[in-house]
């Protein structure tokens, strides 16, 4: 019998929204033998919106959506969903401090870790909406949901960090692999080069630029969001979507021999992360729902202090918020 999956996702009517919805009706996510229906939330203020949305959705005739549901109750939405795919938040005002995000956003994440009660058994939550990791640690400390289940979203770190390691090394992006994205999804993640690989070969023996590699490599990758709002006048929606795309798939499938993937998720004490810091890590999944953190990756004293440096970021957004961690 061809399975049919219930994807919930909030944001619904936004730039990444738009973007990532016709490609989960597509077949591009759960594949091309998988029926999908999409229960979409909203903001009340957002809901005519959302109605163009669903059109768009409608009139693309995919043969694979079974139904497309929308509320602007998130208990409606998320009401037997196999994966919610957090995407709503508000954004940064003028003048705000990340603390201040961190605080507008918090009681969101509060209700929506409640609202899940009547969601599948087995649903799994992908945070995209900033800032992430913090907003998956409230919504994981407000449900029911087992916390291995909670995740944020670093992969699109890693394939940018991946992007840009194929580009100095002229090789295609696929010869990259092992990419690790530490941390939180800001500007002190940490791509970590000495482990990834570049056509099977340790990435810091084809391209031996150390400097590069640990100056610029790196800052391309934290502020790429922002070149791409000076070039466009937009955000990188597209890559964010693209990048929820490649997270689900990761989880949904055992990981190839010998790769990992990126993903904030619970640390377990792993690399000396505090256990419960919703912290990314090189992961392997077996494809029925389990993940580990990979093990053992050495890292150098530079690693080690970008690393603690993400973690003391992380370990402070946790105490502006600790009083939403039921
Ligand atoms: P987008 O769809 O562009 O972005 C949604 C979230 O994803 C933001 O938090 C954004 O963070 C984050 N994000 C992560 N990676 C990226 C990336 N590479 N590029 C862009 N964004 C990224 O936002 P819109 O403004 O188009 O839409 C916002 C949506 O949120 C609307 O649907 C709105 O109704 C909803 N919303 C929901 C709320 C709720 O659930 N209560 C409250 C407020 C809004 P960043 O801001 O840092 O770019």
Same mark, same amino acid.
């Given at each position: 019998m061809q399975r049919t999956v219930r994807v919930a996702l909030t944001g619904s009517s936004g730039q990444i929204g738009y973007s990532i919805l016709p490609r989960i009706a597509a077949g591009d996510v759960f594949g091309k033998d998988t029926k999908v229906i999409l229960q979409l939330f909203e903001i009340t203020p957002a809901m005519q919106a959302l109605e163009g949305v669903v059109m768009e959705l409608l009139d693309g005739a995919y043969p694979l959506l079974e139904d497309v549901k929308t509320s602007d109750n998130p208990e409606v939405a998320f009401d037997g969903a196999n994966w919610a795919l957090l995407i709503g938040s508000k954004p940064r005002s003028k003048g705000m401090e990340r603390g201040d995000l961190i605080r507008e956003n918090g009681p969101i994440f509060v209700g929506q870790g409640k609202a899940m009660a009547k969601a599948a058994d087995d649903i799994r939550v992908l945070v995209v909406g900033n800032p992430a990791n913090t907003n998956a640690l409230i919504g994981m400390h407000n449900s029911d949901i087992p916390h291995e289940r909670w995740h944020a979203m670093t992969r699109l770190d890693e394939n940018r960090a991946k992007a840009q390691l194929a580009i100095k090394a002229s090789v295609p992006v696929s010869k990259v692999t092992n990419m690790t994205i530490w941390g939180n999804h800001s500007a002190t993640q940490y791509p970590d080069t000495e482990n990834a690989q570049i056509d099977g070969k340790p990435a810091q023996d084809v391209i031996s630029h150390i400097e590069w590699l640990q100056g610029e490599f790196i800052t391309k990758v934290q502020k790429r969001g922002a070149e791409i709002i000076a070039a466009r006048g937009l955000s990188s929606a597209a890559s964010a979507a693209n990048a929820a795309i490649d997270h689900v798939k990761s989880f949904e499938s055992a990981t190839p021999t010998g790769d990992w993937f990126s993903a904030a998720v619970?640390?377990?004490? @792993?690399?000396?992360?505090?256990?419960?810091?919703?912290? $990314?890590?090189?992961?392997? @999944?077996?494809?029925?729902?389990?993940?580990?953190?990979?093990?053992?990756?050495?890292?150098?004293?530079?690693?080690?202090?970008?690393?603690?440096?993400?973690?003391?970021?992380?370990? *402070? *957004?946790?105490?502006?918020? $600790?009083?939403?961690?039921?």
């Open positions: 619970p640390s377990d004490g @792993s690399y000396g992360i505090d256990k419960g810091l919703l912290f $990314s890590f090189p992961l392997r @999944s077996d494809g029925n729902g389990n993940w580990e953190i990979v093990q053992g990756l050495p890292m150098s004293d530079f690693a080690k202090e970008k690393v603690e440096a993400t973690k003391k970021e992380l370990l *402070e *957004e946790k105490s502006v918020v $600790s009083d939403l961690l039921g």
